[in-house]
């Protein structure tokens, strides 16, 4: 309670709830001056920069250009270099489908051989399934299925030689190849699951070889 409510509560005169609320919130403060954010929208116009220049953050992000849009990166400079990407993931089974997969009993017919195949197209359609990434000369796609005791991994290496690299492809081709395996395998086991999709080691580039850690 301010001094001068207290006043008017000493001198007798009621003081309203709404007036302590009031002041408590600050619905006396002064109105915001001319050119001041003054309401919830044009807070959010002001932290996006609509209608105004986007802010630092956004300049530095390359797939945004200087009016904060989505941009495919213009790589037209860089050098052409040969490189590498190898991406691996797994698909968990039960027991039962890891047998049929051996046994050559999977009710639909080769899984392997289909994963296999969807792999490879994945790789190729990359820059259709991922709207950002550069179409590119894909030169190389290698895609290796190995049945282990709780399921398939799966390692694709994709090859190029171009001005970007194809990590994108490598993982596109990972995830593709798992989707059609289950697919092929549902019937089998209807709880299969993807896992562990990342990417390996990559060359080529300004980077040269990284591997993961």
């Keep these: 309670m301010s001094a001068g409510q207290a006043a008017d509560q000493a001198a007798g005169e009621p003081v309203s709830p709404g007036a302590v609320v009031d002041e408590a919130i600050g619905s006396h403060a002064d109105p915001p ?3 001041d954010v003054s309401s919830p929208g044009a807070a959010v116009d002001e932290a996006i920069g609509s209608g105004e220049e986007p802010p630092a953050t956004a300049q530095a992000l390359t797939h945004i ?26 698909v968990l089974l039960s027991p039962a489908a890891v047998a049929a997969l051996r046994e050559g009993t999977v009710p639909k017919g080769d899984a392997l051989a289909v994963a296999r195949i969807a792999a490879i197209q994945g790789a190729k359609r990359t820059p259709d399934l991922v709207p950002l990434c550069h179409p590119i000369g894909l030169h190389g796609v290698t895609v290796d299925l190995t049945v282990a005791d709780d399921g398939v991994d799966i390692a694709v290496t994709t090859r190029t030689a171009d001005r970007t690299g194809v990590e994108m492809e490598s993982l596109t081709a990972v995830a593709v190849g798992a989707l059609a395996l289950i697919d092929m395998i549902k019937a089998v086991d209807p709880a299969a699951a993807i896992t562990d999709v990342k990417v390996l080691e990559k060359t080529g580039g300004r980077t040269g070889h990284w591997s993961r850690p």
């Design 65 to 90: 250009d200087s009016s904060g849009q989505a941009r495919m990166v213009d790589v037209s400079a860089k050098d052409v270099t040969a490189r590498t990407a190898t991406a691996t993931g797994r």
């Design 33 to 35: 001056a001319p050119g």
